[in-house]
């Protein structure tokens, strides 16, 4: 079993500033991918950004320049720092990683989600 553990969302107002984390834990072998994805009422889960254990990140062409994801490889933990904040990134933001556990080779775990809401 992997498990995510989401932080950091909650209530800025435009233009301002939060910092996501998520660590993953359990019976990890080797993580592939970590990433964020988002969910706004009334829309289908999209990708925020993404960021390779080699280091190759992407993201979203709506956050690009506003946004940075970041690791600590050594704590299985990602990080999406977000400034610039709009009213149009409100959403549910959900921890995605693929890896390898002790046992299966590429699983995808998601977390529970955290709520950022954007809003003056």
């Known amino acids: 079993q992997v498990q995510l553990v989401e932080s950091g969302g909650g209530l800025v107002q435009p233009g301002g500033s939060l910092r996501l984390s998520c660590t993953a834990s359990?019976?990890?072998?080797?993580?592939?991918?970590m990433g964020w994805y988002r969910q706004a009422p009334g829309k289908q889960r999209e990708l925020v950004a993404s960021?390779?254990?080699?280091?190759?990140?992407n993201y979203a062409a709506s956050v690009k320049g506003r946004f940075t994801i970041s690791r600590d490889n050594a704590k299985n933990t990602v990080y999406l720092q977000m400034n610039s904040l709009k009213p149009e990134d409100t959403a549910v933001y959900y921890c995605?990683?693929?890896?390898?556990?002790?046992?299966?080779?590429?699983?995808?775990?998601w977390g529970k989600g955290t709520l950022v809401t954007v809003s003056s």
């Open positions: 995605n990683t693929y890896l390898a556990t002790l046992t299966h080779y590429g699983m995808d775990y």
């Open positions: 359990g019976s990890i072998f080797s993580i592939y991918t």
């Open positions: 960021s390779t254990t080699g280091g190759t990140t």
